[in-house]
């Protein structure tokens, strides 16, 4: 048997970025929830609840970073890597969560509409864009690394739209007295919600279900192998991964008479890593001719 490993861990953010991104969401997010209150806006209090996640994302992905540190063991082979994306998915539950509240009050609003401190919405809501802002800059150089910070900067950058439409929000209400916007720019932020909270939990259920990742088509990479000069066939062929960014191969490869096996694995170890970016790969190389005496013994 012949294996190819790499277990590069993938730096997802300085964690300093990581711990500023976190403190500014969260005492941004508690200004906003005692904005919200004291101006009964539900616009504000829902960007709060969805800054919330934020902040709660920012520090899963802080915890997550430590624990992808940790070595392997006796009890964990690989690890404990994959606890991102259990971070990941119980962030997108919560986020889930969240925006059926929003929609819940808003309904319950839309009856009677209390009467909106506006200016004080307006203030709070420009102060909020400038935090998200920032917060998005910071996590924007390793979003396509790491689920877990995706899920922090889909979540900021979703937070930041909310709080451009509070702004709309606020100077309608300041320039016409129409409180019905505000619970209706509450419903806008929660339905937005939903689209990228359901794909980004779709991704980590494909993950801890070890299902293929997300782009690669297992039939090419079955092409791949057994087009390669060499290879009689190809079975038991498993692709899964672990996070976001490692993926894992492993698989039989029945090779042809007269043919060096411990070369033909460097090679087809070669082509996946390049074409497929799978980085940790497991081949049993087995004889054409073993396997005919296999088939003939069964």
């Known amino acids: 048997m012949g294996a190819g490993h790499e277990h590069g861990d993938v730096k997802a953010l300085p964690e300093s970025r990581l711990l500023i991104a976190f403190a500014l969401t969260g005492s941004f997010m508690v200004i906003e929830f005692i904005g919200g209150y004291l101006t009964e806006s539900l616009a504000l209090i829902s960007d709060a609840m969805h800054m919330m996640t934020d902040a ?3 520090l ?31 962030n997108a539950l919560i986020l889930m969560a969240v925006a059926f509240y929003i929609l819940y009050e808003a309904y319950q609003r ?10 004080g919405m307006l203030v709070v809501a ?46 309608i209400i300041w320039l016409t007295g129409w409180q019905l916007v505000d619970s209706i720019i509450a419903v806008l932020i929660g339905f937005m919600v939903f689209p990228r909270t359901w794909i980004l939990l779709k991704e980590c259920l494909n993950i801890l279900l070890e299902g293929v990742p997300k782009g690669i088509n297992l039939t090419e990479v079955t092409d791949t ?7 009689a066939s190809s079975h038991d062929l498993h692709l899964w991964a672990l ?56």
Do not use: C
Request: glycine residues 6%.
């Open 60 to 90: 899963l992905a802080l915890i997550a970073i430590h624990a992808g540190r940790k070595a392997a063991d006796l009890f964990r082979t690989y690890g404990y890597a994959r606890f991102e994306i259990l971070a990941a998915a119980m």
């Open 110 to 119: 839309l009856s009677s509409p209390p009467d909106i401190q506006s200016m």
């Open 225 to 231: 192998i057994n087009n390669t000069a060499g290879v």
């Open 126 to 171: 420009i102060a909020g864009l400038i935090i998200n802002f920032i917060s998005m800059k910071m996590l924007t150089s390793a979003k396509d690394e790491s689920l877990n910070v995706k899920g922090a900067y889909l979540e900021v950058w979703a937070d930041m739209l909310g709080s451009v439409g509070v702004i709309i929000g606020a100077v």
């Open 56 to 58: 709660f994302a920012l």
């Open 243 to 298: 996070t976001q960014s490692k993926l894992i191969l492993s698989g039989h490869i029945v090779y042809q008479p007269n043919v060096d096996s411990e070369a033909l694995r460097l090679t087809i170890d070669k082509q996946l890593r390049e074409q497929f970016h799978i980085n940790h790969i497991t081949l049993q190389m087995e004889s054409e001719d073993k396997q005919h005496l296999e088939d003939n013994h069964h």
